[in-house]
C-alpha cells in the first residue's frame, strides 16, 4: 500500500470514529437531558422554577440537535474540499487562470474562506434568526448583522491577507527551519492582535462606555485595590444589541488591559453579584491562567508549525487528501488549507484535556472569588447567571467531560456550599 493511501486510510477512519463518538456523545446528551426535564434538581428547588428548568432542557436538547446537523454538513464539505477533490479542482482553475506564485497562493487561500464561509452562511442564520430567537436570545437585526457580515470580511481581508502572504513568503524564502520563522512571526502576529483588539477592533463592533454607576464603581476599585491588580479602565459594552446572553470579561494586556461588563450582565446582577463575578475572573489572573493559556498556544502552535513543517514536503499529504501537488509552482497554501482541515479530523480525540483543564481553572477562580467577596453572592450570581443563558442544570457526566469548559451549576455550587 502507497503512503498516500495509507493516509487516506487513516484520515477516513479517524473522520468516521470521530462521527461515531460525537453521535453518541449527543444522543446521550439529549437523552438525558430529556430525562430530567420534569422535575428540578432538588437542590435547585428553591432558587429555580419548573418553567425555566424546562426552557434551559428545550434550548440544550434544540442546540444539540442542531449542532449535528451542523456536523453532518462539516463532514460533507470536509470530504467535498479533500478526498472529493473540491480543494484540487480550485487549484487547478487558480493555476491555469494565474500560473503559480504568490498572487495565485493568496487568491487559493481566500477562495477558500469565502467560499467555507458561503457555504456555512445557512446555519449562522438559522442559528441567529431561528434558533437564538424562539428562545428569545437574539436581539440581532438584519441591517446590524449585514453591516457585522461586511466589517468582518473587510477586516479579514485587511489582518489576514498581509499576514498570509508573510507566511507564504517565509515558506518559500526562509529553507528548511522556515517553520521556525512562520511560528515567531505568528505569535508576534497574534500578541500585536491582543494589544490592538480592545481599542481598535472591539470598538468597531461595539460601544464601550466608561463605567459611570458610582457605587458599583467604588466597589468594583475597591476589590482591584485588595486583589493588588490595577486595569486601566472598567467599561460597559452594549451586547444587549445583539444578544440577552450576560458575560464580563478581561482583555488585552500590559496598558490596554481592561475589565468589561456586559450591559445585559449589570441588568441582571445586584452590585455584590458583579462584584463577586469580577473577583472570579481576577482569580484566573491571580492562579496565572491566562498566562499559563498563553504558554500552552505558544507551545503548541511551535508542534503546529514544525508538524506542517514536516507533512508540507512529503506528497503522500497532498495526495493522500484528495490533492495533487503543483509540479513547478509552490505548495505552501495547498499545505495550510490541508493542514487546517486535518487537524481537527485528528485533534478531535485529545479534546476533553483542555477542557478538562478548563474546568479545574473554573473551580480555583470560584474558590478565589469566594475568598475575596461573598460566597452567597457569587453563588446567586451564578444562578442567575446561568438560569438567563438557560444552561441545562442536568447535562449528561459524560458530554461533559469531552465538551463543557465550565463545569455545570450543580458542580460548581455544590463546592461553594462544601468550601
Ligand atoms: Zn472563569
Known amino acids: 500500500m502507497s503512503a498516500a493511501l495509507l493516509f487516506t486510510f487513516a484520515f477516513a477512519l479517524a473522520l468516521a470514529a470521530g462521527l461515531v463518538v460525537k453521535l453518541w456523545l449527543a444522543t446521550r446528551q439529549v437523552r438525558h437531558v430529556a430525562r430530567h426535564r420534569d422535575a428540578v434538581p432538588a437542590a ?43 480543494l484540487d479542482l480550485l487549484n487547478k482553475l487558480l493555476m491555469n487562470w494565474m500560473g503559480g506564485g504568490m498572487l495565485q497562493q493568496l487568491a487559493l487561500l481566500s477562495a477558500f474562506a469565502l467560499i467555507s464561509g458561503l457555504l456555512d452562511l445557512p446555519f449562522t442564520l438559522w442559528q441567529t434568526f431561528r ?24 477586516l479579514g481581508a485587511l489582518i489576514g491577507l498581509p499576514i498570509a502572504a508573510l507566511m507564504l513568503w517565509l515558506m518559500g524564502a526562509a529553507g528548511n527551519l522556515w517553520w521556525l520563522w512562520a511560528w515567531g512571526a505568528w505569535m508576534a502576529f497574534n500578541l500585536l492582535l ?5 481599542t481598535f477592533i472591539a470598538p468597531l463592533f461595539n460601544k464601550f462606555q466608561p463605567l459611570d454607576d458610582a457605587t458599583l464603581k467604588a466597589r468594583v ?13 472598567l467599561f460597559v459594552m452594549d451586547g444587549s444589541k445583539r444578544s440577552a446572553h450576560a458575560n464580563a470579561y478581561f482583555t488585552g494586556f500590559g496598558a490596554s488591559k481592561r475589565v468589561v461588563f456586559y450591559d445585559t450582565l449589570l441588568r441582571q446582577l445586584s452590585a455584590g453579584e458583579v462584584e463577586a463575578v469580577l473577583a472570579h475572573e481576577l482569580g484566573h489572573f491571580k492562579h496565572r491562567h491566562v498566562v499559563k493559556r498563553m504558554a500552552a498556544m505558544f507551545a503548541l502552535s511551535l508542534a503546529g508549525f514544525a508538524l506542517l513543517g514536516w507533512l508540507s514536503v512529503h506528497s503522500w499529504f497532498y495526495v493522500g487528501l484528495g490533492v495533487q501537488p503543483n509540479m513547478a509552482a509552490p505548495n505552501d497554501a495547498l499545505a495550510i488549507l490541508l493542514f487546517m ?6 485533534g478531535f480525540f485529545v479534546a476533553p484535556l483542555p477542557v478538562r483543564i478548563s474546568r479545574k481553572h473554573e473551580f480555583e477562580a470560584d474558590a478565589y472569588a469566594i475568598a475575596q467577596t461573598s460566597g452567597a453572592d457569587l453563588s446567586a450570581a451564578l444562578l442567575k447567571l446561568y438560569q438567563d443563558n438557560a444552561s441545562t442544570l442536568t447535562p449528561d457526566p ?3 467531560k469531552f465538551y463543557y469548559s465550565h463545569p455545570p451549576a450543580s458542580e460548581r455550587l455544590a463546592r461553594m456550599v462544601a468550601g
Open 398 to 400: 459524560v458530554f461533559v
Open 194 to 198: 491582543m494589544l490592538v483588539y480592545p
Open 131 to 154: 434558533l437564538e430567537e424562539r428562545f428569545g436570545f437574539n436581539k440581532m437585526t438584519w441591517r446590524l448583522w449585514l453591516l457585522d457580515g461586511a466589517k468582518s470580511l473587510l
Open 44 to 86: 435547585f428547588a428553591q432558587a429555580i422554577a419548573l418553567a425555566a428548568h424546562q426552557k434551559a432542557a428545550d434550548y440544550t436538547v434544540a442546540k444539540t440537535r442542531f449542532g449535528l446537523l451542523e456536523m453532518a454538513w462539516g463532514t460533507a464539505l470536509l470530504l467535498g474540499w479533500t478526498l472529493l477533490g473540491g
Open 341 to 346: 482541515l486535518a487537524v481537527p479530523v485528528f
Open 221 to 233: 476599585n475597591a476589590l482591584m485595590k485588595r486583589c493588588g491588580f490595577a486595569a486601566k479602565g
